[in-house]
């Protein structure tokens, strides 16, 4: 739950609060942050940021450090009429 809750501060910081609606952290297991998508484009912005912000989550927390993110990309569901 601390790493999730530095993720979010972090994100919020690093890449602005409609981040965090499109990247949505579900769980740490195995020093890997898994993170929810909305789209490749937002995947991709994580990506690019992703060394920063792994180096700030890992300065609050030494004893646990974060190794990655695994990001899974959401198709949103289509409705057809």
Known sequence: LEVINLYKKYCREILGEE?????IPRFFKNKKLYIDAANSSWAQHLHMKQTLLLEKINKQIPKQPLESFCIQIKNKSLTME
Do not use: K, Q, V, W
């Open 19 to 23: 981040a965090l609606e499109n990247l």
